[in-house]
DNA sequence: GCCAACGTTGGC
DNA sequence: GCCAACGTTGGC
């Protein structure tokens, strides 16, 4: 089985690539996404070994920041039965989990952040979701090749 | 802060 | 099943 590439945003408010890098085994859980669609790809088709485009959004400059990678397959995610967490859904529970959540580890930064209008610019990228309007999905899927461009964009000097 | 686009909810 | 109302996302 193939392994593949998806693109997840982040606030860098609540938590950025810096903070992922910072956290122990620069690893976390992708805690509170609450949308079937995002879900789905978290749950249904992502795999360890995946690779991310770790995109920072709702801040002064959104851009893709660097690499990450899924660390475990998706599990349920216990913050939606938690009644004092943010992201508590009374729909789900231990016995009937309705939301799921991957780990993810830090690959590796990018030199410079490809910037959304980076991305925009870049015809071999207009197939993107992210680059497309009213598209607000938090974990998409993105083709190797988009994946490799943007991570050379990224890499560059 | 504004607002367009989208997803979800709930009355009927 | 329809659809209006509402809440959220996220760029600007």
């Not at 949308?35 to 920072?56: A, C, E, I, P, T």
């Not at 799921?100 to 870049?122: G, N, S, Y």
Request: proline fraction near 8%; glycine fraction near 6%; aromatic fraction near 10%.
């Amino acid at each position: 089985m193939s392994r593949k590439y998806w693109l997840m945003k982040s606030e860098p408010g609540s938590f950025s690539f810096d903070d992922l890098r910072a956290s122990p085994g620069a690893t976390t859980c992708w805690e509170g996404v609450r949308n079937y669609q995002s879900r789905n790809f978290m749950r249904d088709d992502m795999k360890k070994g995946d690779r991310v485009l770790f995109y920072h959004s709702s801040c002064e400059e959104p851009g893709v920041v660097g690499i990450a990678e899924v660390s475990r397959d998706a599990y349920p995610d216990p913050t939606a039965w938690d009644p004092k967490s943010r992201y508590y859904d009374p729909k789900s529970s231990p016995d009937v989990p309705v939301w799921f959540m991957v780990d993810i580890t830090c690959r590796e930064p990018f030199k410079r952040a490809v910037t959304l209008q980076a991305l925009k610019d870049a015809p071999e990228l207009s197939a993107m979701k992210v680059v497309q309007k009213g598209q607000r999905l938090s974990v998409q899927p993105v083709t190797q090749e988009e994946f490799d461009r943007v991570c050379e964009m990224g890499m560059k000097g």
